[in-house]
């Protein structure tokens, strides 16, 4: 795939072109606005409003990375629908917990599963860490998608996010430590090679 | 205690770096042998490397469906009309800038000294060598009522006046200044409606010649006086109890207000429609922002 030709086919006017970037980065959009949000119908809209956004601003693209240009778009749409639920929030279907159980048990968890045909402790460990990301602040939660997640070096997570590497060193460190805090509480959900040695005695 | 706190997060964030290859070589050569040498960051180090491999974990999930655009799509949004969201939000913040300029230059302005510009004194100065002329002795007498008398005499050069008061009052709240000039005597051919016992006021002759009429006043009137106020107002009447507000006063006397600038005003106005306009497009802003 030439990008760069796809490019200039796209701002001449050829939807099509534009297209085949799009089938080349939606599953990327998607994961990253699936693990920024949490939830799979608002990454469905953001990955969706990314690529038209994307489309129509297309002149403004001004060579670089394609990939961090259109993550970028990405991260700003997942800005732009936390900000919407913060002005509007949305409160969940709360289970009938009889036992008094809280949203953060696993049974919760699990039937936050993405995937509910799927093993249930993989299952289970999937959405204990979503849950864990969940809980980040914003900006913490953003890098260590794209470093974590999506595998980004530095130098591309801080384009992506519009800061500095140093920002991006100290807010991945802070969201690692903060994560780790957080699975603490279901450690007997992690596989053994994830588990400390002290948390299984 | 916080020096160390703040020593653990930069240590985190070295141990993050290093795990990802991302530390400058010489930094990663100083660490790679503090670890062989501090096991509890070696430690701490496997616990990062734990919990990226945990978040690493995560699979890496495939879109649902395609999002693929098509011209109806690209069409539709570009024919949606611009939210006005962004030009009210500029408008406000602009208006908001300028009011705070404004404010600061008024505030700046207001620290010169007011000069009075000749204009200002001159229908004073003039009247005064003119009355002095034809007239350069006291003008205004006040004939002082007997004891619980309701009324009292004023007389100016150009007319009179019956201001009802209570004398005792009067006296009591006279200023010192005029005490004094109340007991100088005058000759009896220059008072016009005096009678025995007579008030002269005599405190600022050249003051005085500018008092033209001196309408009567209703109840009320605690006390009369001529006072002079910052060197060019005649000040006639003053009720002390609303306040010391001015009863009376020379018709040549200087409005107090006129001696605003003249830019006092026109700022004013510009203040309260900037003040209008960032309130205004601000609430509009946020009102459309919470709708959308």
């Given at each position: 795939?030439?990008?760069?030709?796809?490019i200039q086919?796209?701002?001449?006017?050829?939807l099509?072109?534009f297209?085949?970037l799009?089938?080349?980065?939606?599953?990327?959009?998607?994961n990253?606005?699936?693990?920024?949000?949490?939830?799979?119908g608002?990454a469905d809209?953001a990955?969706q409003?990314?690529?038209i956004?994307?489309?129509?601003?297309?002149h403004q693209?001004r060579?670089?990375?394609f990939?961090?240009w259109l993550?970028r778009i990405v991260t700003?749409?997942?800005y732009?629908?936390l900000r919407r639920?913060?002005?509007?929030p949305?409160?969940?279907l709360?289970?009938d917990?009889?036992?008094?159980?809280?949203?953060e048990?696993?049974?919760?968890?699990k039937d936050?599963?993405?995937?509910?045909e799927?093993?249930?402790?993989?299952a289970?460990?999937q959405?204990?860490i979503?849950?864990?990301?969940?809980?980040l602040?914003q900006?913490f939660?953003?890098?260590?998608v794209?470093?974590d997640?999506?595998?980004?070096d530095?130098?591309t997570?801080?384009?992506?996010?519009s800061?500095k590497v140093g920002?991006?060193?100290?807010r991945l460190?802070?969201?690692?430590?903060?994560?780790?805090d957080?699975?603490?509480?279901f450690?007997?959900?992690l596989p053994?090679?994830?588990?400390?040695?002290?948390e299984?005695t | 205690?916080r020096?160390?706190?703040?020593?653990?997060?930069r240590e985190?964030e070295?141990l993050?770096?290093?795990?990802d290859?991302?530390?400058?070589?010489?930094?990663?050569?100083?660490?790679?042998?503090?670890?062989?040498?501090?096991?509890?960051?070696?430690?701490?180090?496997?616990?990062l490397?734990?919990?990226?491999?945990?978040?690493?974990?995560?699979p890496?999930?495939?879109?649902?469906?395609?999002?693929?655009l098509?011209p109806?799509?690209?069409?539709?949004r570009?024919q949606?009309?611009?939210?006005?969201?962004?030009?009210?939000?500029?408008?406000?913040?602009?208006?908001?800038i300028?009011?705070?300029?404004?404010?600061?230059?008024?505030?700046?302005l207001?620290?010169v000294?007011?000069?009075r510009?000749?204009?200002?004194?001159?229908?004073?100065?003039?009247?005064?060598e003119?009355?002095?002329?034809?007239?350069?002795?006291?003008?205004?007498i006040w004939?002082q009522?007997?004891?619980?008398s309701?009324?009292?005499?004023?007389?100016g050069?150009?007319?009179n006046?019956a201001?009802?008061?209570?004398?005792?009052?009067?006296?009591?709240?006279?200023?010192?200044e005029?005490?004094i000039a109340?007991?100088?005597?005058m000759?009896?051919e220059?008072?016009?409606?005096?009678?025995?016992?007579?008030?002269?006021?005599?405190?600022?002759?050249?003051?005085?010649?500018e008092?033209?009429?001196?309408s009567?006043?209703?109840?009320?009137?605690?006390t009369?006086?001529?006072?002079?106020?910052a060197?060019?107002?005649?000040?006639?009447g003053?009720n002390?109890?609303q306040?010391?507000?001015i009863?009376?006063?020379s018709g040549?006397?200087?409005d107090?207000?006129?001696t605003?600038?003249?830019?006092?005003?026109i700022?004013?106005?510009?203040?309260?429609a900037?003040?209008?306009?960032?309130l205004?497009s601000?609430l509009?802003?946020?009102?459309?922002s919470?709708?959308l």
């Open positions: 795939m030439d990008e760069g030709a796809l086919e796209a701002l001449d006017g050829d099509n072109a297209n085949t799009v089938l080349h980065y939606q599953d990327m959009a998607y990253v606005a699936y693990r920024i949000l949490g939830e799979p608002a809209d990955a409003e990314s690529f956004s994307a489309y129509l601003k297309l693209y060579g670089g990375s990939k961090a993550l700003n749409s997942c732009d629908e639920r913060q002005r509007q949305v409160v969940p709360t289970p917990l009889p036992d008094g159980e809280t949203l048990d696993p049974y919760w968890i936050e599963a993405p995937t509910p799927e093993h249930s402790e993989r289970e460990l959405a204990a979503q849950n864990c990301i969940n809980k602040d900006k939660r953003i890098i260590l794209l470093v997640v999506e595998g980004l530095y130098d997570a801080a384009e992506v996010a800061t920002t991006v060193k100290s460190a802070r969201a690692r430590a903060r994560v780790q957080c699975l603490q509480e450690w007997e959900l053994e090679i994830f588990r400390h040695k002290d299984e | 205690m020096k160390t706190e703040r020593q653990r997060a985190l070295i993050s770096a290093y795990l290859g991302a530390l400058h070589p010489s930094d990663h050569q100083d660490l790679a042998a503090r670890l062989q040498r501090e096991p509890e960051l070696q430690e701490r180090l496997e616990q490397r734990r919990i990226k491999l945990t978040v690493g974990y995560l890496h999930l495939r879109a649902p469906r395609h999002y693929t098509t109806e799509m690209v069409t539709l570009k949606k009309k611009p939210p006005m969201i962004r030009p009210l939000r500029l408008a406000s913040a602009l208006a908001a300028l009011l705070v300029v404004l404010f600061g230059a008024e505030t700046l207001s620290r000294p007011l000069t510009t000749p204009l200002d004194s001159a229908p004073m100065m003039k009247a005064v003119i009355t002095d002329e034809v007239r350069p002795k006291p003008l205004i004939q009522p007997a004891m619980g309701a009324e009292a005499q004023f007389a050069r150009g007319g006046a201001v009802t008061m209570d004398s005792a009052v009067m006296v009591e709240s006279m200023p010192d005029m005490e109340v007991e100088q005597d000759p009896a220059e008072l016009t409606l005096a009678a025995a016992p007579e008030v002269i006021l005599d405190a600022a002759p050249e003051i005085m010649l008092a033209e009429i001196i009567s006043t209703g109840a009320g009137v605690d009369l006086g001529i006072v002079e106020e060197d060019m107002h005649l000040i006639l003053i002390l109890e306040g010391g507000e009863i009376q006063r040549d006397s200087i107090l207000l006129a605003q600038p003249a830019w006092r005003p700022l004013r106005a510009l203040q309260i900037l003040g209008i306009i960032a205004g601000g509009a802003w946020w009102l459309l919470r709708r």
